[in-house]
């Protein structure tokens, strides 16, 4: 059940008593002496859902489109279970040691420190931060084309077809940046909750538009295009058809990329119930409802253009009624997207800002924080100079790479491919046969170990795929000349 407690907040409790509560109480503190937190299966699985349905969602169809109807669905099956499955091993290593009452690690990297230590905490520590860095690019990308989309197609009507409406990209991907800059003052990520929320209903509302088009498209004219093995030789090539199945495969594996965040949503979860009990229980509602989402997204866009299927799958349908709801959707993508960039940050974020902090711990720049009333809002907002200037920074650093690399299906491959085996395979696998102490070369260890093995197989072939895919790409632009 999802409740709507939120956290306690201590000066009201000031307001009531003059007693200050004890760090040891309870009723305000968890046992780890942090304000006792309030999320539940309601708000991780939001949470969720706001990583998972995200641009990765508008590909699927082009991902399909080059598997073909046996092995375009079988691989969104393999991926959502395997993800599933080693998702819900990483949940149990939110604690170091006893499942209830263990050290609680509150990022992925402080799992794998507690749990692994060594190098393999550098090694995962810049993988994670390079695959995060990376999906805020890619969401940057797919904003852009969605306010370019809602522009070109308010023009293409004025001008009743005959301006076709060509226009850059650039403007648009700033305009993003500077939406991302003001909300990425929020302090903590269990501040962002209420726009994990809304983020996840316009998932919902775009998804829910492509499945509806898709539908009709196929209604309109009677037929399921596609065919059982893909995109058909002589659309393309033989060499491309390979290049581009292994490049839907990354395309798949970035659409459930949400492991690198798991344990910073686990660590907002309270408890009673054991936060692994409620986190698994997240995990398994969001991935069945994402599954069926995606399945039904991917496959209708498919049946819509056949070989034909768009990279970005809203664009397909082009500037022709009903353009109104082509523009609803686009604009619910935008907003997902604003509060999808924010989940996906926030652990960059407090990581640099903790290191910083230890480092640098008596500099008045990094430390000080000042209080700036807020006009009816009862507590004043806290500005740290250190927090502005660094989160300012890399949101302007992700938006000037989004305008020198705007190519959307290969960068979505290339974080799909980069982060799917070491940081939704590799380090749960690896966690979890320390964590439980599973005998070396016993079955399950062995079964383990092959799951690993198969996934890493994956992802080289797929980041093969999109990295020529760049290559291809890179021959024919101009940075910072991008115009759709």
Same mark, same amino acid.
């Given at each position: 059940?999802?409740?709507?407690?939120?956290? #306690?907040?201590?000066?009201?409790?000031?307001?009531?008593?003059?007693?200050?509560?004890?760090?040891?109480?309870?009723?305000?503190?968890?046992?780890?002496?942090?304000?006792?937190?309030?999320?539940?299966?309601?708000?991780?699985?939001?949470? +969720?859902?706001?990583?998972? +349905?995200?641009?990765?969602?508008?590909?699927?169809?082009?991902?399909?489109?080059?598997?073909?109807?046996?092995?375009? $669905?079988?691989?969104?099956?393999?991926?959502?279970?395997?993800?599933?499955?080693?998702?819900?091993?990483?949940?149990?290593?939110?604690?170091?040691?006893?499942?209830?009452?263990?050290?609680?690690?509150?990022?992925?990297?402080?799992?794998?420190?507690?749990?692994?230590?060594?190098?393999?905490?550098?090694?995962?520590?810049? +993988?994670?931060?390079?695959?995060?860095?990376?999906?805020?690019?890619?969401?940057?990308?797919? /904003?852009?084309?969605?306010?370019?989309?809602?522009?070109?197609?308010?023009?293409?009507?004025?001008? %009743?077809?005959?301006? $076709?409406? =060509?226009?850059?990209?650039?403007?648009?991907?700033?305009?993003?940046?500077?939406? @991302?800059?003001?909300?990425?003052?929020?302090?903590?990520?269990?501040?962002?909750?209420?726009?994990?929320?809304?983020?996840? #209903?316009?998932?919902?509302?775009?998804?829910?538009?492509?499945?509806?088009?898709?539908?009709?498209?196929?209604?309109?004219?009677?037929?399921?295009?596609?065919?059982?093995?893909?995109?058909? +030789?002589?659309?393309?090539?033989?060499?491309?058809?390979?290049?581009?199945?292994?490049?839907?495969?990354?395309?798949?594996?970035?659409?459930?990329?949400?492991?690198?965040?798991?344990?910073?949503?686990?660590?907002?979860?309270?408890?009673?119930?054991?936060?692994?009990?409620?986190?698994?229980? /997240?995990?398994?509602?969001?991935? /069945?409802?994402?599954?069926?989402?995606?399945?039904?997204?991917?496959?209708?866009?498919?049946?819509?253009? %056949?070989?034909?299927?768009?990279?970005?799958?809203?664009?397909?349908?082009?500037?022709?009624?009903?353009?109104?709801?082509?523009?609803? /959707?686009?604009?619910?993508?935008?907003? =997902?997207?604003?509060?999808?960039?924010?989940?996906?940050?926030?652990?960059?974020?407090?990581?640099?800002?903790?290191?910083?902090?230890?480092?640098?711990?008596?500099?008045?720049?990094?430390?000080?924080?000042?209080?700036?009333?807020?006009?009816?809002?009862?507590?004043?907002?806290?500005?740290?100079?250190?927090?502005?200037?660094?989160?300012? %920074?890399?949101?302007?650093?992700?938006?000037?790479?989004?305008?020198?690399?705007?190519?959307?299906?290969?960068?979505?491959?290339?974080?799909?491919?980069?982060?799917?085996?070491?940081?939704?395979?590799?380090?749960?696998? @690896?966690?979890?046969?320390?964590?439980?102490?599973?005998?070396?070369?016993?079955?399950?260890?062995?079964?383990?170990?092959?799951?690993?093995?198969?996934?890493?197989?994956?992802?080289?072939?797929? %980041?093969?795929?999109?990295?020529?895919? #760049?290559?291809?790409?890179?021959?024919?632009?101009?940075?910072?000349?991008?115009?759709?």
């Amino acid at each position: 059940m999802c409740d709507s407690s939120v956290t #306690v907040n201590l000066r009201q409790v000031f307001n009531v008593s003059m007693t200050i509560p004890s760090q040891n109480d309870p009723n305000f503190f968890d046992d780890d002496a942090r304000v006792k937190r309030a999320g539940t299966l309601c708000t991780a699985s939001a949470h +969720i859902i706001t990583a998972v +349905i995200g641009s990765g969602v508008l590909s699927l169809a082009w991902a399909i489109a080059q598997l073909g109807w046996i092995a375009g $669905p079988a691989v969104m099956l393999l991926f959502s279970f395997v993800t599933y499955y080693t998702s819900s091993l990483l949940t149990d290593c939110y604690r170091t040691g006893d499942p209830i009452s263990g050290k609680r690690n509150y990022t992925y990297t402080d799992a794998v420190r507690s749990i692994l230590g060594g190098n393999k905490v550098k090694a995962c520590g810049m +993988i994670q931060y390079l695959n995060l860095f990376g999906i805020s690019i890619g969401y940057t990308i797919a /904003a852009s084309i969605s306010m370019m989309a809602i522009k070109r197609s308010n023009c293409f009507h004025n001008s %009743g077809g005959k301006n $076709p409406c =060509h226009m850059s990209s650039n403007p648009y991907m700033i305009m993003f940046g500077v939406s @991302e800059i003001l909300l990425s003052q929020i302090p903590d990520f269990d501040q962002i909750w209420w726009l994990s929320i809304v983020a996840a #209903v316009m998932s919902f509302t775009y998804s829910g538009i492509g499945l509806g088009l898709g539908i009709a498209k196929v209604a309109a004219t009677g037929t399921f295009k596609g065919s059982l093995t893909g995109i058909s +030789i002589g659309t393309v090539t033989q060499a491309q058809k390979i290049w581009r199945s292994l490049q839907a495969i990354g395309d798949i594996a970035f659409a459930y990329s949400f492991s690198v965040i798991l344990i910073e949503i686990q660590d907002t979860i309270k408890s009673p119930p054991a936060e692994a009990k409620t986190m698994k229980k /997240a995990t398994k509602l969001s991935i /069945a409802i994402t599954t069926t989402f995606y399945m039904l997204c991917g496959s209708m866009g498919y049946a819509s253009f %056949g070989d034909f299927a768009p990279g970005n799958l809203l664009t397909g349908f082009g500037f022709f009624n009903p353009f109104w709801l082509l523009d609803i /959707a686009n604009a619910a993508i935008i907003i =997902h997207l604003v509060g999808a960039y924010q989940v996906f940050c926030q652990p960059i974020f407090a990581f640099v800002e903790k290191w910083a902090t230890r480092r640098w711990s008596g500099s008045y720049f990094i430390t000080e924080e000042f209080e700036i009333p807020i006009p009816g809002y009862r507590y004043p907002y806290k500005l740290n100079m250190f927090r502005l200037v660094w989160r300012t %920074g890399f949101v302007v650093s992700t938006t000037v790479i989004s305008m020198l690399l705007p190519f959307f299906n290969d960068v979505v491959g290339i974080l799909g491919a980069l982060g799917f085996w070491p940081l939704t395979v590799y380090f749960p696998v @690896e966690m979890y046969i320390r964590q439980k102490k599973i005998s070396k070369w016993s079955s399950r260890w062995v079964c383990l170990k092959m799951l690993s093995m198969a996934c890493l197989m994956i992802s080289v072939v797929a %980041g093969a795929g999109s990295i020529v895919g #760049v290559i291809l790409d890179l021959k024919v632009y101009k940075p910072f000349k991008t115009t759709y």
